[in-house]
Nanobody, 121 residues
Framework: QVQLVESGGGLVQAGGSLRLSCAASGRTFSSYHIGWFRQAPGKEREFITSISWNGGTSYYADSVKGRFTISRDNAKNTVYLQMNNLEPGDTAVYYC??????????????WGQGTQVTVSS
């Protein structure tokens, strides 16, 4: 089993940057693929990006491509989401998730509690 804890959220002005972290417990973290999702008020949870267990493959939603970068450090049991050039539309609760399939769907096995990101205009 894997437990995930997100951190790094906060309030930032449009055009600014944030780096989110997803820290995991459990010895098998390096065998899981990791996804980041976000959910804005009144909207469904949407896929942002995912990374394979070894960091060799990643996918991005069109809405964040070129602005967000996912990476992982298996030695630290942590996945990062670097977010640049943030827009008010990026305001949401951000979640990381771990699973055995590298996918853009919400079928990951384990989820964190989320961290709030608010982008002011």
């Amino acid at each position: 089993q894997v437990q995930l804890v997100e951190s790094g959220g906060g309030l930032v002005q449009a055009g600014g940057s944030l780096r989110l972290s997803c820290a995991a417990s459990g010895r098998t973290f390096s065998s899981y693929h990791i996804g980041w999702f976000r959910q804005a008020p009144g909207k469904e949870r949407e896929f942002i990006t995912s990374i394979s267990w070894n960091g060799g493959t990643s996918y991005y939603a069109d809405s964040v491509k070129g602005r967000f970068t996912i990476s992982r450090d298996n030695a630290k049991n942590t996945v990062y989401l670097q977010m640049n050039n943030l827009e008010p539309g990026d305001t949401a609760v951000y979640y990381c998730a771990a699973g055995s399939a590298l996918t853009m769907s919400r079928t990951y096995n384990y989820w964190g509690q989320g961290t709030q990101v608010t982008v002011s205009s």
